[in-house]
């Protein structure tokens, strides 16, 4: 059985962790890294979509715009303003087969960073760090920015804990991949770098090549076209 912490946290982020006081980072339990995933519930159709279109392929997002409003709102900033093009996958915490998270955004450039947002925990907004969820990564609660995860296999670990001592308010999900969650796992079985680091972070999750986003834009939700009628039998009258 793996005994891993999982953080989300981006530590050693250059000048944007240099300008904050990092907080000891949240004790996360692991679940079992070989537990079958919950069922996805099926994502509302009036939730915003978003496509991101990688070097590795596309996936698509649904994002909770009502239960994780100050959050998923980030995120759409982000790709409105086209500040996710030319990004990277730069993260890869590969804890077991199928089990971790890839992690993209700014990078902790402050630069390219907009203003920290109020967290909103799990037990908030009801959205769960089951896999194929999407989150943001922070230090301390209200620290989040550019920092953005993806979850493969179910972690309970990450939401929020009232149970626990100090910071035990979690991390912020706020959507999930609703299409294209092959290409999350392609990405997520990319060799890693064993020796190469973030500013001295992270080693051993770095990508040996580079997954880029090539373009995050919303999209609109497909439409279900109605079903045909059955036509009515011969000699069957109504």
Not at 36 to 56: G, H, K, M, N, Y
Not at 139 to 147: D, K, Q, S
Not at 165 to 173: R, V
């Amino acid at each position: 059985m793996v005994r891993s912490t999982i953080t989300l946290a981006l530590m050693g982020g250059g000048a944007l962790a240099a300008a904050q006081t990092p907080p000891q980072p949240v004790p996360l339990a692991t679940p079992l890294p070989f537990a079958t995933p919950a069922p996805a519930p099926t994502p509302d159709p009036s939730l915003p979509r978003v496509a991101i279109d990688t070097s590795e392929g596309r996936f698509v997002l649904a994002l909770e715009t009502k239960k994780a409003p100050v959050t998923a709102a980030n995120f759409l900033r982000y790709v409105d303003q086209k500040r996710l093009d030319g990004r990277r996958v730069y993260r890869v915490s590969h804890v077991a087969d199928r089990f971790g998270f890839i992690q993209f955004g700014m990078n902790g450039d402050p630069k390219l960073s907009l203003p920290p947002i109020k967290h909103e925990p799990t037990t908030q907004t009801g959205v769960k760090h089951l896999e194929g969820a999407i989150s943001t990564a922070r230090l301390g609660p209200g620290t989040a920015r550019g920092e953005f995860t993806i979850m493969v296999g179910d972690q309970p670990g990450l939401d929020a804990d009232p149970s626990k001592a100090g910071d035990n308010l979690g991390y912020a999900a706020f959507g999930r991949v609703v299409e294209g969650f092959d290409v999350v796992l392609r990405i997520f079985d990319k060799p890693i770098n064993p020796t190469a680091t973030i500013r001295g972070s992270f080693k051993g999750e770095v990508p040996a090549a580079p997954v880029r986003i090539l373009t995050a834009r919303r999209v609109k939700v497909p439409t279900i076209p109605p079903r045909p009628l059955t036509p009515a039998k011969a000699g069957v009258s109504h």
